[in-house]
């Protein structure tokens, strides 16, 4: 840790010269899902002076166009434009590949970038189902090359921060966790008319292994989160982080039982036809993840957004001398329970406009690369985390609570539930090998 | 004089009897952008200067969206949404007495905000024309409010209704009636709302066509220029013809804001990071003059007085900044951060600028800096809608459809 933090800050100040004369020549980066977040990330590989762009996918030739002419205002460069991304791991054979497609993408756009002999960093979620997750470990470990998932909380300096508050003693010993995301919103959701697909899209390939549905322009460009199909709704995105917060204070490796429940009383029933959809994710959802030694509830709801509470994201961790907020935007505060005793608080230290901190990721990816060693968001941790809002999905679909063997990575004697650690694909593609 | 058109003297003598023939309506704000189509007013018969509240003349609830307001006659209009259905709403200016409605069912269209009106109807005479996001087409008589004709141009025409929406307010040239719908836009008959001309199938862009004045408008009967998603161009109005077209790529295809006219210069700007550029009109088409990263209007175009682009930098998601940029140079003069996307037009030499959480300032249009005379809360956010002087009436609204009118007399 001690190790890792000091090359961290080294390459930050430009004080590694000795790694940079080992690796000269610039890395050859791609991009691979070129909407808005996916060049955030760019951005970050582009500012670090150590990436050139040369390649740039997206099944969305509009979205494509956008990215090429902003990397070319930004660097000068002219990357080739794909609209396959197995083509442009073929022809280009990137150093480093960044992931950022929906979610439902991730599991074969990075194993076959590991494939293709590259770095990867793919966005949270790892997968869209527990078994591509699995599958994309294994890739990883096969190739020996780095991958680090836009897990970006794991590095956030008051993340970093509230971390050493909790793990020093001063919040007492930690009985349960309470980690939420609420936001604005009302319903019933009306719903959006089914559209001709844009000039220059490919959304046949923008659906890939899922099922084939009507273009809405509701899903894209960036609104598929709460369409089951491509997404795991606000538990798969948000719930990642905080879950992954949870394993990084705690130290335990996964829950013992998984208890989920929500629904849409709010936003009403899906609606998917010929004419037209609404999304399908849960307006809220509870779920209790069952560990060792403490138990942590996860919460969210998308509607009835207002004052009544002073934190709308993030995590409460409570402990015999008080209860420590980490958020996001508002940084982290340590409320005692001693009458009179002293709040404390950190302010955050983010990225803006979007509040992240891709850019110190971004480097200890680059300082993982040079180093051969795992960096801060390895594949290997962000599989856990990523395996806890998927559980939280099945406990969900089922209606029951699940038991989790890390071991065999199996769900104990519910053959149901097991069944939804995978899905059908739908052809040509495959489901990944575990 | 035999050759009279070129002869400075006669120049003069036309200019004179255009602003003479204008004079008598200086005060109305009939199309989007105001009288000249830049947001600039002439009027002085205002006050800039308040300590305590402005007060308020009338108020009035016109549904969700972002329409501006337009003033002609002693009408104003505008437009909202609200229950499935668009509403186009005339009132008496002076007053708020509602002369007439019209509504129709619509969607709420609430793809990434939301959703509501965009656009702004058009006064022409005795006329109000209204394009829909959806591509209805109306023609009203301004004072009954009776449909003289209707039609549905996207439907009409095949153009595809963009990912927003059609935003550009009908522009009326000569018998014209001349719309960004399209690749490079459409043109309608006037009086029968019967195409004219059209072009390719593909996606406008969500600014209000602009003339462009002899000689840009060359001696074909004139140029309009406006965006389409992936530039900004101009067509010859009487046939459509493309005279001249910029790449010009900005996420998601917003190219939203009008382009800025000055001379045979034009000022381009849009948001999303992308930024801003003067470029240089000549014959074979635009050059570029400088391209900058200070100035990026999302929504609302950036108004020029006296050399200077006054406008907000930045976009609805981050804390956006009112600016000031030298129109010579592109060297920003000065920031007011926090603004927010609002809007803001010049009267008289003076910025009066709605701030996006509903906070109106006025304030000398100076590159000294921002120096606010008044400043009062409207209403509440967003207010991404620039306020409208007409007549000593300032009329603002933010996404809620409150319009409230202010009596700065």
């Given at each position: 840790m001690k190790r890792r933090t000091f090359l961290r800050c080294a390459a930050l100040a430009g004080a590694a010269p000795f790694l940079r004369a080992a690796e000269p020549r610039k890395l050859r980066t791609a991009l691979i899902g070129s909407g808005w977040w996916g060049k955030n990330i760019l951005k970050e590989a582009m500012a670090s002076g150590r990436c050139s762009t040369v390649a740039l996918a997206d099944v969305d030739a509009n979205v494509l166009e956008v990215a090429a002419d902003q990397v070319n205002d930004l660097s000068g460069e002219k990357p080739k434009l794909y609209r396959d991304y197995r083509e442009l791991l073929a022809k280009e054979k990137p150093d480093i590949v960044i992931i950022a497609t929906p979610d439902h993408w991730h599991a074969l756009n990075t194993i076959e970038a590991l494939r293709a002999g590259a770095h990867v960093f793919v966005e949270k979620?790892?997968?869209?189902t527990v078994n591509e997750s699995r599958a994309m470990l294994r890739a990883a470990r096969e190739s020996g090359r780095v991958v680090q998932v836009g897990l970006h909380r794991r590095i956030g300096p008051h993340h970093v921060s509230g971390m050493e508050f909790l793990k020093s003693g001063a919040?007492?010993?930690?009985g349960m966790v309470r980690l939420f995301a609420h936001s604005p919103g009302s319903g019933p959701e009306t719903p959006t008319p089914n559209e001709p697909v844009?000039?220059?899209?490919d959304w046949d390939f923008w659906c890939g292994p899922a099922p084939l549905r009507p273009f809405s322009k509701k899903l894209h460009p960036g609104g598929?989160?709460?369409?089951?199909?491509f997404a795991n709704g606000t538990l798969g995105d948000w719930g990642v982080h905080w879950l992954d917060q949870v394993l990084w204070w705690s130290g335990e490796q996964y829950p013992k039982t998984i208890f989920c429940s929500g629904g849409r009383p709010v936003l009403g029933p899906p609606v998917l036809n010929e004419k037209e959809q609404t999304s399908d994710a849960p307006d809220h959802q509870v779920a209790t993840y069952q560990f060792e030694k403490f138990t942590c509830v996860w919460e969210h709801r998308r509607f009835a957004g207002n004052d009544s509470e002073k934190h709308k994201i993030g995590s409460y961790y409570y402990g015999s001398k008080g209860v420590l907020h980490i958020g996001w935007r508002d940084g982290w505060t340590f409320y005692p329970s001693t009458k009179g005793g002293k709040i404390e608080h950190q302010d955050s230290q983010l990225q803006e406009p979007d509040g992240h901190n891709i850019q110190i990721l971004w480097a200890d990816f680059l300082a993982a690369i040079d180093a051969r060693k795992a960096p801060v968001a390895s594949i290997e941790l962000a599989h856990r985390a990523s395996v806890l809002p998927l559980l939280g999905m099945i406990s969900w679909r089922t209606g029951r609570s699940i038991r989790w063997d890390a071991a065999s990575e199996q769900i104990l004697g519910d053959p149901e539930a097991n069944a939804l650690l995978s899905r059908p694909y739908r052809a040509p593609w495959q489901y990944p090998a575990i | 004089m035999p050759s009279s058109t070129a002869h400075p003297p006669l120049a003069l003598a036309l200019t004179l009897l255009i602003s003479s023939l204008t004079t008598a309506r200086a005060s109305d704000w009939p199309h989007f952008r105001g009288p000249t189509r830049n947001g600039i007013s002439d009027e002085k018969a205002w006050r800039s200067t308040w300590t305590g509240d402005i007060p308020v003349a009338w108020k009035a609830q016109v549904g969700l969206g972002f329409s501006s307001i337009v003033v002609s006659d002693g009408r104003a209009a505008t437009a909202g949404h609200a229950d499935g259905k668009d509403s186009v709403f005339c009132f008496e200016a002076a007053t708020g007495k509602l002369l007439w409605q019209h509504s129709y069912p619509a969607q709420l269209g609430d793809v990434y905000f939301e959703g509501g009106t965009t656009g702004t109807p058009t006064f022409d005479g005795d006329h109000l024309y209204w394009l829909s996001r959806w591509g209805d087409l109306l023609c009203f008589?301004?004072?009954?409010?009776?449909?003289l004709w209707e039609t549905q141009i996207a439907t009409e025409t095949g153009a595809p209704v963009p990912m927003w929406g059609f935003t550009g307010a009908p522009l009326v040239q000569g018998n014209l009636l001349v719309l960004n719908v399209g690749d490079a836009g459409t043109a309608v008959d006037k009086t029968t709302g019967t195409v004219l001309w059209k072009s390719e199938p593909k996606d406008a862009g969500y600014s209000t066509p602009i003339p462009l004045p002899p000689p840009l408008g060359d001696s074909g009967g004139g140029l309009v220029a406006f965006a389409n998603t992936k530039g900004y161009l101009a067509v010859?109005?009487?046939?459509?013809?493309?005279?001249w077209r910029v790449r010009w790529i900005t996420e998601y295809g917003v190219n939203a804001a009008d382009p800025v006219l000055s001379g045979d210069d034009l000022f381009l700007s849009t948001g999303y990071g992308k930024g801003g550029a003067l470029l240089h009109l000549t014959a074979s088409g635009p050059q570029e003059v400088w391209k900058t990263k200070k100035l990026r209007t999302q929504m609302n175009a950036a108004v020029l007085h006296q050399g200077h682009l006054y406008g907000v930098d930045g976009d609805t998601t981050q804390k956006a900044s009112l600016k000031c940029l030298d129109l010579a140079t592109g060297e920003q003069k000065w920031e007011h951060p926090g603004f927010g996307s609002g809007g803001l037009i010049i009267a008289d030499g003076k910025l009066l600028a709605m701030s996006g959480i509903g906070e109106l300032l006025i304030a000398p249009a100076s590159p000294e800096g921002f120096t606010p005379t008044a400043r009062t809360q409207v209403f509440g956010p967003k207010a991404w809608t620039a306020p409208v002087l007409s007549n000593g009436l300032l009329y603002c609204r933010n996404n809620r459809g409150e319009l409230v009118v202010l009596n700065l007399q």
């Open positions: 979620p790892t997968g869209h919040v007492g010993d930690v844009p000039d220059g899209m598929w989160r709460n369409t089951l199909d | 008589d301004a004072a009954s409010g009776k449909r010859r109005t009487t046939t459509g013809a493309e005279a």
